[in-house]
């Protein structure tokens, strides 16, 4: 396989490891194309699939790796559901909008579309009651007072310098 066939898959797989930070998607028309594809091809189960993928990848990161508990073999079942789920999407299901998207947009029409895709299946995710009150347990620790405080600037350092 050479090297610019792994160009666009190895881009996927960059994306949706930064699925969960927020960016501008600055797609064009072939990457919509792929990304409303990608969305409507994947069951829930497909975006589960999906975050575990993103998950046990971030896992591996030395400072999160000691409260995770992912082995070898459950692993490999990971990025062996996440690589059929990726050659299913590109191969099969979004075949036409995949090639059109590379041709005329290139890989970064997979990072845009797959960005889309992650960020469906992260919201999802969230939408667990579970997942919600374990997000919002933090709060109980959190100085609310502090918090409110500190957007309560002077009235001088309101006005950005030189104004």
Known sequence: MQL???RPTLAAA????????AMPAHAGL???DLARCLVGATT???K???VRWIFSNAALHPEVASITAISPEQRVEIDK???ALLQKLLTQSCRQPYANAIRYEGAAAMETSFGVLGQVAMKELMSNPAVNAG???FGQYVDQQAVK?????PTDAAKPAGK
């Open 4 to 6: 610019f066939a792994l």
């Open 14 to 21: 960059a994306a949706l490891l930064s699925l969960c930070a």
């Open 30 to 32: 072939y990457s919509d």
């Open 44 to 46: 829930t189960a497909d």
């Open 48 to 50: 589960t699939n999906l």
């Open 81 to 83: 559901t996440a690589a």
């Open 135 to 137: 997000f919002g347990a």
């Open 149 to 153: 405080d500190a957007a309560q600037l």
